[in-house]
T-cell receptor, first 115, second 111 residues
């Protein structure tokens, strides 16, 4: 399985500001995914990021609010823009890194609190 | 889209007993069903998965069963240990890209 790191691990931000979350994986992967996990809730897919193409966003998530970059096969960023308290969540990246392409492995998450 | 329901939301068992968590899905096209364990402050960890062409899969104390006709799948943990205490999530996927997650089961193993 892949080793995935995220930065920052947690942050407290003021409303109206933006935060960029980094996801680094120790091997080249085709697909990277960004999820949101609200407190005590399940995981919801925000978008899928392939290297060299625009991210694909799920219903309810838009590029202006959650711009994503995927500059190479081991790195991606998610920006949470113009934050409000409702954006307080854990943000997780995952990668499609198994020999079986269906497997996904998750990073440790970034715990974001917006005040 | 796919809808995954998971039960129970909380489960307490005595150490050594078995634990069973059940999930149902709505889309018969779903063909991949992973289970994740999430410990406090950590990301979800894949513990076992099953494809739709298989009815059961085991890995030591963990097993998953799938009933395609009834559209439900279950996680079975035998001989539970305190370190099994965590939140468990099931998921279903059609394409292997988009995962639809259940709402989670908080398992507590009482020593």
């Amino acid at each position: 399985s892949a080793v995935i790191s995220q930065k920052p691990s947690r942050d407290i931000c003021q409303r109206g500001t933006s935060l960029t979350i980094q996801c680094q994986v120790d091997s080249q992967v085709t697909m990277m995914f960004w999820y949101r996990q609200q407190p005590g809730q399940s995981l919801t897919l925000i978008a899928t990021a392939n290297q060299g193409s625009e991210a694909t966003y799920e219903s309810g998530f838009v590029i202006d609010k959650f711009p994503i970059s995927r500059p190479n096969l081991t790195f991606s960023t998610l920006t949470v823009s113009n934050m409000s308290p409702e954006d307080s969540s854990i943000y997780l990246c995952s990668v499609d890194a198994g020999t079986d392409a269906y497997e996904q492995y998750f990073g440790p998450g970034t715990r974001l609190t917006v005040t | 889209g796919e809808n995954v329901e998971q039960h129970p939301s909380t489960l307490s068992v005595q150490e050594g007993d078995s634990a069973v968590i059940k999930c149902t899905y709505s889309d018969s096209a779903s063909n991949y069903f992973p289970w994740y364990k999430q410990e406090l402050g950590k990301g979800p960890q894949l513990i076992i998965d099953i494809r739709s062409n298989v009815g059961e899969k085991k890995d030591q104390r963990i097993a998953v069963t799938l009933n395609k006709t009834a559209k439900h799948f279950s996680l079975h943990i035998t001989e539970t240990q305190p370190e099994d205490s965590a939140v468990y999530f099931c998921a279903a996927s059609i394409t292997g890209n988009q995962f639809y997650f259940g709402t989670g089961t908080s398992l507590t193993v009482i020593p």
